[in-house]
């Protein structure tokens, strides 16, 4: 369905995505991780043409989406959602008419600049507010709503575009750990209930394990690692994150169990 | 947060009232917005009737003289064109003085815009309870024309730069002052607290926690006042302040063979707003990165 095949994105001399390729068959959950800077969001910026390609090509289903231009480019963004770190909502508009965004390329340009929208689609955009449970907020503007409704919000947005392929950069790194959960397990829905192709830059390795099929390592622009989310053991991630041995994972973990106190207590003396 | 609640399925006839609540809503919406859009449009249509009427010649039959002033100043001007470089060398002296009025006027009147705002902007004025007096004192000094401004003074101190010097100044001192006080009441109050909170005055905390935020606002503001006072100094010229505007008023009279100074004026004019300009720019795009 997606064959990934060497990727290349140079920004000057720097190559912020180094000739990757791999491919994924069938609506999986992938998560990409590895710190900063190893051109996770490039890729899936590149994915969702937010960001041009250096070289190489992204088959979808039989066709290059990197060569895409103009109203093909567009109708290609459509199909294939991006969740963002950041929400990325319109802050002043009422969380409904931010759902309705999603179907912005098949409505006319004048129709939506009025936010004039069939009720048939309005009547869709609650019941997707409804399913991740937020449709109660559908009047309220987006930037009244905490950051963990927010993301449901672009989730639902996503949803509205009734994508193939959803893309969530980082969609939990500005969530406190409750919000992350709900949040992970909406996508997790998503890719299960409705066989949507979830691709999930994380920062946090327990969140990869408890969610992805399989987990992709990025460091430097490359692919160091790319298994089961049970292969990924303190060696290998130490071996991404180009880390030595005083490497506490739970160190960054969000989760609530891996809390450790010791290390907390350590970091406090 | 009640999100943890919110997650559990709500019972379908919440869903129903909900659905019917938001699409009353859109319905509301819309027929307000129909309603004002066809006011808007009933409105230019009556008072365009209205204007027209009152018109002496009636818009339509003078629409096609639109161009004949302007194509007698060209077409003279194009047979003296010979004359139009040394005429730009000749004007450049009394150019030099309104750019000056300009800049000086602008420079006070950003001075006291500053002062104006910071203290007529909710939240952070001095006295909160008189910012309605400095919000008139604006008022007062961008209703009052700056042709009658400059005639009365004009009038007390004889003709010459400074009167308009003031005149243009006072206004800007207003108008600035208004644009400055959205910009400082949109900046961010984090930095105040904090500065508040290690028990510095209120001079300090505006300078170090509200100017560096908004400077480059105010700045591209100002500049573009100044664009805007280069060409008010030069209407002021015609009262007799001197400057480029003077000569523009003797060049303009009709039937004085004197178009090709017009156009001589005018090119330099429109010069000296694209050096201001991109000179401007240059600064602001500076000041923002911080290059």
Known sequence: MLQVENVTRRFGQKAAVDDISFSVQGPAFVGIIGRSGAGKSTFLRMMNRLTDATSGRIMVEGRDILALKGAEMRAWQSQCAMIFQQFNLVPRMDVASNVLHGILNRRSTVATIFNLWPEADIVKALAILDRLGIAEQAPKRAEALSGGQQQRVAIARALMQDPKIILADEPIASLDPMNAQIVMDALRRINQEDGRMVIANLHTLDTARRYCDRVIGMRDGRIVFDGLPDQLTTGVARDIYGADASFSEAATSTSIDALDTRYAEALLS | ?291
Not at chain 2, 72 to 93: D, H, M, T, Y
């Open chain 2, 1 to 291: 947060m009640s999100d943890a609640a919110a997650t559990s399925t709500p019972q379908s006839r919440d869903m129903k009232a909900l659905e019917a609540l938001y699409l009353t809503q859109v319905r509301q919406k819309r027929l307000y917005s129909g309603i004002l859009l066809l006011l808007f449009v009933l409105l230019v249509a009556t008072g365009f009737q209205t204007a027209n009427a009152r018109n002496a010649g009636g818009f339509l039959q003078g629409l096609p003289n639109i161009l004949s002033f302007p194509t007698e100043v060209l077409s003279e001007a194009w047979a003296n064109r010979a004359n139009v470089p040394g005429l730009i060398v000749k004007f450049i002296p009394s150019l030099i003085e309104t750019v000056n009025i300009a800049a000086v006027s602008t420079l006070i009147g950003a001075l006291l815009a500053m002062v104006l705002a910071l203290l007529s902007t909710r939240g952070l004025a001095r006295w909160p309870r008189l910012t309605p007096l400095f919000r008139r004192l604006m008022d007062i000094t961008r209703a009052i024309p700056e042709i009658v401004i400059a005639l009365v003074l004009i009038f007390i101190l004889g003709g010459g730069p400074v009167p308009a010097m003031i005149a243009i100044a006072m206004h800007t001192a207003g108008a600035l002052g208004k644009l400055f006080s959205e910009a400082a009441e949109n900046a961010d109050l984090k930095p105040v607290e904090g500065l508040t909170s290690v028990g510095a005055s209120w001079i300090q905390r505006m300078w170090l926690g509200i100017i560096p935020q908004v400077a480059p606002n105010w700045l591209s503001y100002a500049l573009m006042r100044f664009e805007i006072n280069i060409r008010a100094s030069a209407i002021l010229g015609f009262v007799g302040s001197g400057g480029i505007g003077y000569d523009l008023k003797i060049a303009m009279q009709w039937g004085a063979g004197k178009y090709d100074q017009v156009v001589a004026i005018f090119l330099i004019l429109f010069l000296t707003i694209v050096v201001v300009d991109q000179i401007s720019d240059r600064y602001r795009n500076r000041l923002v990165k911080g290059v």
